[in-house]
């Protein structure tokens, strides 16, 4: 495997030739700049079947992404996220940024070798699906970064246009490889566990004995994708095929394998009235590294095998400054013990923009099997009020 990566980021590195200067960032140097993107999500189910969701919660979800410019070529990148450090689970009560948190996401070198290469090196994010970063709507986003976003990842990595033709459209190639951090970066920069608190997912420093999928100490895990789109004969149509691979850490039994695939497709109908259509599917093997867990009461252990699968699909009319979002997901865990239930969203909102950078969305949603305790479904209202202001 290590062979095979190191393979594809010398391929890349090798396959650019000589060619302009347009892609060089301009100065003076250095300097700052970049952009804030947060949204406060609230959800509320006031009754659901599931205690653990019935009530409201509100968290901040976003990021600020900001570069250092040093010279034409080279920059360090990085970015803060806002998410909460645990399960925002309101037990039939009404929580408000509870378990907030913040931490750093990616802090990387960036160097522009060529204008169609680039190369990164650091703390970063790896190239498996797009959803995570750009679905539209209240929570399409946030489902799917908590699905399938591939983070805290600590190595090198590569992006080359392969192809950049007037006949057939622009197409990129990335690579990475990677290990999990477990460095003093993969801590929360605030809000820590409270004693006996359960719920936390995420509360200090990143280690080895936690376990998991590509914790291994080890660059031996990968990551490849392929993005296209400016194609003459596929107008305002642009694709994403992705793959990774991680090995087991200290709690697994066998390496992951994850496939996504998504497509976006835009159809112009007046000149101020445009629908943007949709979808990524997303399936890991293996997932987790079939950690090996109790399965009954004797305490008899078992190497879980588990297939998971999320599923996308939506559309997004907009007519000026206004929006309206339709978005049905499916998150699916075919488990061979600890079974749990398919989880299913659909999500319709109306939006649009309010000025001075910020924007609203307001609908309805309806859930299957969203909580912890018991099967059923759930009507509620969701809502985000983003902002978003570049520097």
């Known amino acids: 495997m290590r062979r095979l990566a190191f393979g594809l980021l010398a391929l890349l590195g090798l396959g650019a030739p000589a060619a302009a200067q347009d892609y060089r960032a301009v100065g003076p140097f250095p300097h700052i700049s970049g952009e804030l993107d947060l949204g406060l999500l609230t959800q509320a189910q006031p009754r659901a079947a599931d205690r653990t969701v019935r009530g409201s919660s509100s968290f901040l979800f ?20 806002f998410d909460p450090a645990g399960e925002q689970l309101p037990n039939g009560t009404d929580i408000f940024l509870r378990r907030q948190a913040a931490f750093l996401e990616s802090l990387f070198l960036d160097w522009r070798a060529h204008e169609r290469l680039r190369l990164q090196a650091g703390k970063f994010n790896a190239p498996f699906g797009y959803g995570h970063h750009s679905f539209p709507g ?22 080359y246009t392969w192809l950049s033709d007037t006949r057939f459209g622009e197409h990129d190639i990335s690579a990475a490889l990677f290990t999990l951090d477990t460095s003093p970066f993969s801590n929360t920069l605030f809000t820590r566990r409270r004693c006996c608190e359960e719920g936390f997912e995420r509360y200090s420093r990143n280690s080895l004995r936690q376990g998991g999928a590509g914790n291994n100490g080890r660059l031996t895990n990968f990551a490849i994708a392929l993005d296209g789109d400016r194609m003459p004969f596929l107008p305002n149509f642009s694709y994403h095929a992705a793959m990774v691979s991680r090995g087991a850490g200290k709690d697994g039994a066998a390496r992951e394998w994850g496939y996504a695939l998504g497509a976006r497709f835009r159809v112009e109908w007046t000149p101020r009235v445009r629908t943007l259509f949709f979808g990524e599917f997303v399936e890991f093997r293996n997932a987790g590294g079939r950690p090996i ?17 999320f599923g996308t699909l939506g559309a997004q009319t907009t007519h000026g400054d206004w929006r309206a979002t339709l978005v049905w997901q499916v998150e699916e865990r ?7 239930p398919t989880r299913r969203y659909l999500e319709a909102t109306v939006g649009r923009e309010i000025g001075w950078g910020f924007g609203v969305d307001l609908g309805y949603q309806y859930a299957v099997n969203p909580g912890e305790e018991r099967t059923g479904s759930a009507h509620g209202f969701v809502s985000r009020l983003g902002f978003t202001q570049r520097f």
């Open 62 to 81: 976003g990021e600020l992404a900001a570069g250092l410019h040093l010279s034409p070529t080279l920059s360090l990148q990085g970015v803060l996220a």
């Open 138 to 159: 209240a929570f399409a986003r946030f489902r799917a970064h908590e699905a399938y976003l591939i983070r805290e990842s600590l190595g090198v990595g590569a992006t």
């Open 293 to 309: 867990e109790v399965i009954d009461e004797d305490g008899t252990e078992l190497a879980v095998r588990e297939r998971r699968r």
């Open 334 to 340: 075919r488990r061979e013990a600890n079974r749990v």
